[in-house]
């Protein structure tokens, strides 16, 4: 498979027959782990004959009920133990009334509003899905259940409210308790193919986690749950037992939309699908080197070797039953594998065994090998998330694998462990999402309880601190200064400003008036009137310079108001919002230079507006 890098390896030599490790027991791989998550066929699901956590075999009568969540999703458990492992990983949150918070952050009760609404959401998760025969929504719930459930965990016992339990050291998935890889860093880690996902799927889950704890709907956005349904749906093992059922229903659908696990014995022989950690890292053949089991007669998964392992060999299994059937040609054997393989993870298989069987099927049909193989060829179209695909493309190959689509230039070792760091950081984000959506869910939980706390300490800091720093610092140190030193600096500009504008205008329309009268007395030597009337146009001009000047003079209030106002604004703002003092004094400074440009430049403009309608008059 191409870019096939994160797969499993043998740490030791095994012979065949030999078990690798046990997926929930004790492994040379240093943990015990069940699944991740696991859900049952819906037909099992309702029959009650197998346990819903662990689906061991119920013997008639020895059933223990959930009656939280019998009304809403009938549930079946083989023990005390399952039922109490169940309620906490995700039945609680899901199917049940319970306060999803733990008693430390719960804040009372649930509001009989809240409670209504979380029982219509969860009788419409589960109608909303009868009849699908798909194990990936309740897969998905599930998975989005356990990370709430495993980061509220941490919360507690990072703020001392509780420590973890003997029971949360054993009995679950690989590395969920103390190590380097989160549940974050393993589901960045899971590969996956783009699928369509039911737009329902979204809704419902999200309507559900919602009215569960609100602010757990933020985890599921549109983009995030169609990734974390294709995971699921990638990544999904088919449990069975002894060979598998023969009575399992035929899902309704196109061939290619029925959902497909890993199951050696396919998937219409399985009784539920589950999710794992490490197992989920293992690649397919057509030869496997191991197989999984499931010979507890539980969801804990075995990897047994078929053939003799050396240290630091691959370990493959088939993601489908291999065997040639009764009555069925090499050509066809090969040909149902990669027909299964092509439509549950979408890539053609290039092992040993295929590429031999290909000269087979080529041979049978007369043709060249690649014509042969045109119907079932597809591109592998599996991917991880951005960042660590980029950290794989860096990676070193081994020999029989594949090049990645496309190939970056060769770089050092930094590189490398720069991509590394980038996983690591996608990691942590994820893990930070579900983190945040948690608090989110608890603050609004503990909201109520403390509002009224709140309201007591705003109203004694009004009362006793706001009233000094306004009175004090405000009005009296800025204030004043401010406003006295403003005043007289926006009065002084302001007069010389219109004193310097008023001469101009009275200079440029005076001096061309003049020449002109002079001019006119010694050419023409007028009569009386002539001159009675050149006086009047003499005058007419200077009393509109005269008028020009008395309006810039009158105009000087005016600015100092609109001047004095913005200071006035500007202090009082400052003041409510309870500033620094060098914050209020350049607040200030700003609205007076706004207000004094603004001044000027109205000024200057009255006036030349002023000169330019005198203009008529000279000539």
Same mark, same amino acid.
């Given at each position: 498979?191409?870019?096939?890098?994160?797969?499993?390896?043998?740490?030791?030599d095994?012979a065949?027959?030999?078990?690798?490790?046990?997926?929930?027991? *004790?492994t040379?791989?240093?943990n015990?782990?069940?699944?991740?998550v696991?859900?049952?066929?819906?037909?099992?699901q309702?029959?009650?004959?197998?346990?819903?956590?662990?689906f061991?075999?119920?013997e008639?009568?020895?059933?223990l009920?959930s009656?939280e969540?019998?009304?809403?999703?009938?549930?079946?458990y083989?023990?005390?133990?399952?039922?109490?492992?169940s309620?906490?990983?995700s039945?609680?949150?899901l199917f049940?009334?319970?306060?999803?918070?733990p008693?430390?952050?719960?804040a009372?009760?649930t509001?009989?509003?809240?409670?209504?609404?979380?029982?219509?959401?969860?009788?419409?998760?589960?109608?909303?899905?009868?009849?699908d025969?798909?194990?990936?929504?309740?897969?998905?719930?599930?998975?989005?259940?356990r990370?709430?459930?495993?980061?509220?965990q941490?919360?507690?016992?990072?703020?001392a409210?509780?420590?973890p339990?003997?029971?949360?050291e054993?009995?679950d998935?690989?590395?969920?308790?103390?190590?380097d890889?989160?549940?974050?860093?393993?589901?960045e880690?899971?590969?996956?193919?783009d699928?369509?996902?039911?737009?329902?799927?979204?809704?419902?889950?999200?309507?559900?986690l919602?009215?569960t704890?609100p602010g757990?709907?933020?985890f599921?956005?549109e983009?995030?749950h169609?990734?974390?349904?294709s995971?699921?749906l990638?990544?999904?093992?088919?449990?069975?037992?002894d060979?598998?059922?023969?009575?399992?229903?035929? !899902?309704?659908?196109? !061939?290619e939309?029925?959902?497909?696990?890993?199951?050696?014995q396919?998937?219409?022989?399985?009784?539920?699908?589950?999710?794992?950690?490490l *197992?989920?890292?293992?690649?397919h053949?057509?030869?496997? *080197?191991?197989?999984v089991?499931?010979?507890?007669?539980?969801?804990?998964?075995?990897?047994?070797?078929?053939?003799?392992?050396?240290?630091?060999?691959?370990?493959?299994i088939?993601f489908?039953d291999?065997a040639?059937?009764?009555?069925?040609t090499?050509?066809?054997?090969?040909?149902?594998?990669?027909?299964?393989?092509?439509r549950?993870?979408?890539?053609?298989?290039?092992c040993?065994?295929?590429?031999?069987?290909?000269e087979?099927?080529a041979?049978?049909?007369?043709?060249?090998g690649?014509?042969?193989e045109?119907?079932?060829? &597809?591109k592998?179209?599996?991917?991880v998330?951005?960042?660590?695909?980029?950290?794989e493309?860096n990676?070193?190959r081994?020999?029989d694998?594949?090049?990645p689509?496309?190939?970056?230039?060769?770089?050092?070792?930094?590189?490398?462990?720069?991509?590394?760091?980038?996983?690591?950081k996608e990691?942590?984000?994820?893990?930070?999402?579900?983190?945040?959506?948690?608090?989110h869910?608890?603050?609004?939980?503990v909201?109520q309880?403390?509002?009224?706390a709140?309201?007591?300490?705003?109203?004694?800091?009004?009362?006793?601190?706001?009233?000094?720093?306004v009175?004090?610092?405000?009005?009296?140190?800025?204030?004043?200064? &401010?406003e006295?030193?403003?005043?007289q600096?926006?009065?002084?500009?302001?007069?010389?400003?219109?004193?310097?504008?008023?001469?101009v205008?009275?200079?440029?329309?005076?001096?061309?008036?003049?020449e002109?009268?002079?001019?006119?007395?010694?050419?023409?030597?007028?009569p009386?009137?002539?001159?009675a009337?050149?006086?009047e146009?003499?005058?007419?001009p200077?009393?509109?310079?005269?008028a020009?000047?008395?309006?810039?003079?009158?105009?000087?209030?005016?600015?100092?108001?609109a001047?004095?106002e913005?200071?006035?604004?500007?202090?009082?703002?400052?003041?409510l919002?309870?500033? !620094?003092?060098?914050?209020?004094g350049?607040?200030?400074?700003?609205?007076?230079?706004?207000?004094?440009?603004?001044?000027?430049?109205?000024?200057?403009?009255?006036a030349?507006?002023?000169?330019?309608?005198?203009? !008529?008059?000279?000539?």
């Amino acid at each position: 498979m191409a870019g096939a890098r994160l797969s499993v390896v043998v740490n030791k030599d095994f012979a065949a027959g030999e078990t690798i490790y046990k997926v929930g027991a *004790s492994t040379s791989y240093g943990n015990r782990e069940s699944p991740i998550v696991a859900t049952l066929d819906e037909d099992v699901q309702l029959a009650g004959t197998h346990c819903t956590h662990c689906f061991r075999i119920i013997e008639a009568g020895q059933a223990l009920k959930s009656e939280e969540s019998e009304n809403v999703f009938p549930s079946a458990y083989c023990s005390k133990a399952c039922l109490a492992a169940s309620e906490k990983q995700s039945q609680s949150i899901l199917f049940t009334l319970k306060n999803p918070l733990p008693e430390a952050l719960a804040a009372g009760p649930t509001p009989p509003e809240m409670t209504e609404k979380r029982k219509a959401a969860q009788a419409a998760f589960v109608q909303g899905h009868k009849g699908d025969f798909r194990n990936v929504p309740m897969l998905t719930a599930r998975f989005v259940a356990r990370q709430v459930a495993l980061e509220t965990q941490k919360l507690l016992t990072a703020t001392a409210l509780s420590t973890p339990s003997a029971a949360d050291e054993v009995a679950d998935f690989t590395d969920a308790e103390k190590s380097d890889y989160t549940l974050a860093d393993h589901t960045e880690r899971f590969r996956y193919t783009d699928v369509a996902v039911p737009p329902k799927d979204l809704s419902l889950l999200s309507e559900l986690l919602a009215a569960t704890l609100p602010g757990l709907e933020q985890f599921t956005t549109e983009e995030r749950h169609a990734a974390m349904e294709s995971k699921m749906l990638y990544n999904a093992y088919g449990v069975a037992f002894d060979g598998g059922r023969d009575d399992r229903p035929t !899902p309704l659908g196109r !061939p290619e939309d029925i959902e497909h696990t890993r199951t050696p014995q396919g998937t219409e022989r399985q009784i539920g699908s589950a999710i794992y950690t490490l *197992s989920s890292y293992l690649t397919h053949s057509c030869t496997p *080197s191991a197989t999984v089991a499931f010979s507890a007669g539980t969801t804990e998964l075995h990897l047994v070797a078929l053939q003799p392992l050396k240290k630091g060999d691959l370990v493959t299994i088939a993601f489908v039953d291999v065997a040639q059937r009764e009555g069925e040609t090499v050509v066809d054997c090969r040909r149902r594998r990669r027909v299964d393989l092509a439509r549950g993870w979408k890539f053609a298989c290039g092992c040993a065994r295929c590429a031999e069987e290909a000269e087979v099927a080529a041979a049978a049909a007369g043709v060249a090998g690649a014509e042969a193989e045109a119907d079932v060829a &597809v591109k592998d179209e599996a991917k991880v998330d951005e960042a660590l695909r980029n950290f794989e493309m860096n990676l070193p190959r081994r020999h029989d694998e594949p090049e990645p689509e496309s190939e970056p230039e060769v770089q050092a070792e930094p590189a490398v462990a720069d991509a590394a760091v980038a996983v690591e950081k996608e990691g942590d984000r994820a893990e930070e999402v579900v983190i945040q959506a948690v608090e989110h869910a608890i603050v609004s939980e503990v909201e109520q309880a403390v509002h009224q706390a709140v309201e007591e300490a705003v109203e004694a800091a009004v009362e006793e601190v706001v009233p000094e720093i306004v009175e004090e610092v405000a009005a009296e140190t800025i204030e004043e200064v &401010v406003e006295k030193a403003t005043e007289q600096a926006v009065q002084e500009v302001i007069e010389e400003t219109l004193e310097e504008e008023a001469a101009v205008v009275a200079l440029e329309i005076e001096e061309p008036l003049e020449e002109e009268a002079a001019v006119a007395a010694e050419e023409i030597e007028a009569p009386e009137e002539e001159a009675a009337v050149a006086a009047e146009r003499i005058e007419e001009p200077l009393e509109e310079g005269a008028a020009v000047a008395e309006g810039g003079i009158a105009a000087e209030a005016t600015f100092e108001e609109a001047v004095l106002e913005a200071v006035t604004e500007a202090v009082e703002e400052a003041a409510l919002s309870q500033a !620094p003092v060098e914050t209020v004094g350049e607040t200030v400074v700003e609205a007076v230079e706004e207000a004094l440009m603004a001044a000027v430049d109205d000024a200057i403009e009255q006036a030349v507006a002023q000169a330019e309608e005198a203009t !008529p008059a000279q000539q």
